[in-house]
């Protein structure tokens, strides 16, 4: 099991360029999320999804887009790169059942924008 | 509002103190729960322990505790005789129930930075 993994580790892009940060879970969770913790702060939502074709936004949407074709994968889009979009990137899981159970988190992406 | 508060920005430490770090919540759920995780300098977010609002009694693992009082909305974890690897962000977080959709999605607190100096 590995767990949820995230690529790339480290990025750095020039203003205006475009990227795809990836995201996959192989425990077959159906809830999945992006989150975006700036430096010395704390974690803010992204965008999430709760299955396969769902998603939603979460607090801070603007400059991000997502999609889930599957239950595995739950790719971040990055369109237009500005520098208020450094920071570091999570993915997180967690399955669904009768209870709120913990979110797993893959080991993040490290995002500069020059 | 549902909320979470970690007062705390920062502590610091010497080696083998006992240290706990303060979390409140707010919501209106009568059924919830409240997770602890840790961020260590390498960045990684790790789970610490779940807690659901019916079961009140107190956790330990090792030299990590955790007390859970529904009366004062506070769930603290306690790190008992600190050590330098104890040094990390330490996050609260609680369900959010209350928006519509079952979307499991947190609330986070905005964390405590704990140092433990040798």
């Known amino acids: 099991n590995a767990g949820v993994t995230q690529t790339p580790k480290f990025r750095i892009l020039k203003i205006g360029q475009s990227m795809t940060l990836q995201c996959a879970q192989d425990m077959n969770h159906n809830y999945m999320y992006w989150y975006r913790q700036d430096p010395g702060m704390g974690l803010k939502l992204i965008y999430y999804?709760?299955?396969?074709?769902?998603?939603d936004k979460g607090e801070v949407p603007n400059g991000y887009n997502v999609s889930r074709s599957t239950t595995e994968d739950f790719p971040l889009r990055l369109e237009l790169a500005a520098p208020s979009q450094t920071s570091v990137y999570f993915c997180?899981?967690?399955?669904?059942?009768?209870?709120?159970?913990?979110?797993?988190f893959g080991p993040g992406t490290r995002l500069t924008v020059l | 509002a549902q909320k979470v508060t970690q007062a705390q920005t920062e502590i610091s430490v010497v080696e083998k103190e006992d240290v706990t770090l303060d979390c409140v919540y707010e919501t209106r759920d009568t059924t919830y729960y409240l997770f602890w995780y840790k961020q260590p300098p390498s960045g990684e977010l790790v789970f610490l322990i779940r807690r659901n609002s019916f079961d009140e009694q107190n956790e330990i693992s090792g030299r990590y505790s955790w007390n859970f009082q529904k009366s004062t909305s506070s769930f603290n974890f306690t790190i008992t005789a600190s050590q330098v690897v104890d040094s990390a962000v330490y996050f609260c977080?609680?369900?959010?129930?209350?928006?519509?959709?079952?979307?499991?999605?947190?609330?986070w607190g905005l964390g405590t930075s704990l140092a433990v100096n040798p």
């Open positions: 999804s709760v299955g396969a074709g769902i998603t």
């Open positions: 977080a609680l369900s959010d129930l209350q928006r519509a959709g079952n979307n499991r999605k947190l609330i």
């Open positions: 997180a899981s967690t399955k669904g059942g009768p209870s709120y159970n913990e979110q797993f």
